[in-house]
Every structure is written in structure tokens, then in C-alpha cells.
């Protein structure tokens, strides 16, 4: 089951508490080895990439 969020415009209260992540932080392991690319084609339909996807490529991982 998805986590429910009220959708509207925030209390300013609520964000008194609240602390921002950084998503990119928390995707890239090694910003100097990571490029950002789009798919073309089908070969990797099977793996849930398809053509026009955004893909983020760390050169530093070896392993699948």
C-alpha cells in the first residue's frame, strides 16, 4: 500500500520541523563516475528499461 501525503498548500508551522534530503545524495554513490543517459531501442525491455528512459550510469559499479 502507497503512504497517503494531503496534497494543498503546506502550513508554515509543519515545516518547522522538516529537513530536506538531498535525492541526488541519496542516488549517486560517485558523482565524478556518474553520467546521466537516455535509452533508445528495446534490448533491455526484459530489465524494465525502455526506449526513451532516463538512466543514471555509475561507471564505478562493476557488478549487476
Known amino acids: 500500500m ?5 496534497a494543498g498548500f503546506p502550513s508554515l508551522v ?8 538531498d535525492v541526488l545524495e ?3 554513490l560517485h ?3 556518474t553520467y ?6 528495446e534490448s533491455m525491455v526484459e ?3 525502455f ?3 532516463t538512466l543514471l ?3 564505478a559499479i562493476n557488478e549487476l
Open 2 to 6: 502507497a503512504a497517503k501525503v494531503k
Open 14 to 21: 509543519e515545516d518547522l520541523g522538516a529537513t530536506r534530503i
Open 26 to 28: 541519496k542516488l549517486i
Open 31 to 33: 558523482p565524478a563516475a
Open 36 to 41: 546521466v543517459m537516455r535509452a533508445s531501442g
Open 47 to 49: 530489465y524494465g528499461i
Open 51 to 53: 526506449d526513451g528512459d
Open 57 to 59: 550510469v555509475d561507471r
